[in-house]
C-alpha cells in the first residue's frame, strides 16, 4: 500500500504571496490532519479534516485553511505568506476520525521557505 | 492545561545503554499517549503507545511507563543501538480533540 504522499516537498516564496500544498493520503483513509513543524516550536496541529468536513482546528490564524476533497485527498492555503510560516508541512492521514486518538500516518512533509 | 512537557532536549547515550525519555501532562482528559519517531527528512512514525487504563507497555526494545496519579510518562530504549538516533516526540490526545506533542528529544547513540 503507498504511504501519504504530499507535494511539493520543497517550495520557495516570497512574503505576502500565497501557497497551496497537497496530500493524498493511504488508500482507504478517510482522515487527513495537517501539522506545522518548526525548530521553536516543534510539531503544531493544523486542522484535521473528515468526510470533507473539518473536524478540528488548532490555533493557527485565518490565512490557513484547508479542504478535503471527495476522495480524501486534503490541500492546505497559506494566504499573505509571513517570514515566520517558514517550516515543514507535514500530513497524517487515519483510518478513521478521532483526532489524534488513532495511529496517524505521517508524509514526508512539504519543506515551506518564504524569504 | 494543553501542554505536554518532554525532557530532556537532547541525549546522547552509548551503544547498548538505556535511553529514557520523560513526557509530563496536565489534561486529566487525555486517554491518549503515542510515541513518535523522526529521521532526518522524513516524517514522524507511530512507535508505541499506551491508554492510561495500563501502567506499562513493551513492544520489542521499547517500552512506555506510564504514571496516571504524577501525570508522566516515559520512553525506555533498551540496548540502544546507533540506528535508534532520531528525534522522539510525546504526544498526548483524547478522542474527537488535537493532538498535542512534546517539543521533541534529540537522541545520539555513540557507536
Known amino acids: 500500500k503507498a504511504g501519504v504522499t504530499q507535494t511539493p516537498r520543497y517550495l520557495i516564496k516570497t512574503r505576502g504571496q500565497q501557497v497551496t500544498l497537497s496530500c493524498s493520503p493511504i488508500s482507504g483513509h478517510r482522515s487527513v490532519s495537517w501539522y506545522q513543524q518548526t525548530p521553536g516550536q516543534g510539531l503544531q496541529f493544523l486542522f484535521e479534516?473528515?468526510?470533507?468536513?473539518?473536524?478540528n482546528k488548532g490555533n493557527f490564524p485565518g490565512r490557513f485553511s484547508g479542504r478535503q476533497f471527495s476522495n480524501s485527498r486534503s490541500e492546505m492555503n497559506v494566504s499573505t505568506l509571513e517570514l515566520g510560516d517558514s517550516a515543514l508541512y507535514l500530513c497524517?492521514?487515519?483510518?478513521?476520525?478521532?483526532?489524534?486518538?488513532?495511529?496517524?500516518?505521517f508524509g514526508p512533509g512539504t519543506r515551506l521557505t518564504v524569504t | 492545561q494543553q501542554q505536554v512537557k518532554q525532557s530532556p532536549q537532547s541525549l546522547i547515550v552509548q551503544k547498548g545503554g538505556i535511553s529514557i525519555i520523560n513526557c509530563a501532562y496536565e489534561?486529566?482528559?487525555?486517554?491518549?499517549f503515542p510515541w513518535y519517531q523522526q529521521f532526518p527528512g522524513k516524517g514522524p512514525a507511530l512507535l508505541i503507545a499506551i491508554r492510561p487504563d495500563v501502567s506499562e507497555k513493551k513492544e520489542g526494545r521499547f517500552t512506555i511507563s506510564f504514571n496516571k496519579s504524577a501525570k508522566q510518562f516515559s520512553l525506555h530504549i533498551m540496548d540502544s543501538q546507533p540506528g535508534d538516533s532520531a528525534t522522539y516526540f510525546c504526544a498526548a490526545s483524547r478522542r474527537d480533540d488535537k493532538i498535542i506533542f512534546g517539543k521533541g528529544t534529540r537522541l545520539h547513540i555513540l557507536p
Open positions: 489534561n486529566t482528559a487525555f486517554d491518549y
Open positions: 479534516y473528515f468526510s470533507e468536513t473539518q473536524r
Open positions: 497524517a492521514s487515519s483510518p478513521t476520525y478521532g483526532g489524534g486518538a488513532y495511529e496517524q500516518y
